[in-house]
């Protein structure tokens, strides 16, 4: 069974810095895109950042210049680097990986930019 685990949300404070990681296990087979998406209360989910397996990248327009995502070690594994965070960053962040022909979603770490 094909799982995703998110970590390293948290609380920081604006202009502050933190690192989300994303594992996905259980599958042989590459991830086509990892992604990540954000919702925060009363919105709805959003893309903050892809990666193609290529290695091209998306992010938001919101996000660009800020974050980076990344491939880490190991076949499925993505990190979102977040730099010059603010308060409008806060929200739950939720991992995605395309590996055809299925979609999966990690259950979402928490972050909160607050002084």
């Known amino acids: 069974q094909v799982q995703v685990v998110e970590s390293g949300g948290g609380l920081v404070q604006p202009g502050g810095s933190l690192r989300l990681s994303c594992t996905v296990s259980g599958s042989s087979a590459s991830a086509y895109i990892m992604a990540w998406y954000r919702q925060a209360p009363g919105k709805s989910r959003q893309l903050v950042a892809l990666?193609?397996?290529?290695?091209?990248?998306t992010y938001a327009d919101s996000v660009k210049g800020r974050f980076t995502i990344s491939r880490d070690t190991g076949k499925n594994a993505v990190s979102l680097q977040m730099n010059n965070l603010k308060s409008e960053d806060t929200a739950v962040y939720y991992c995605?990986?395309?590996?055809?022909?299925?979609?999966?979603w990690g259950q979402g770490t928490q972050l909160t930019v607050s002084s």
């Open positions: 990666l193609v397996s290529s290695g091209a990248t």
């Open positions: 995605n990986a395309v590996i055809l022909p299925h979609n999966y």
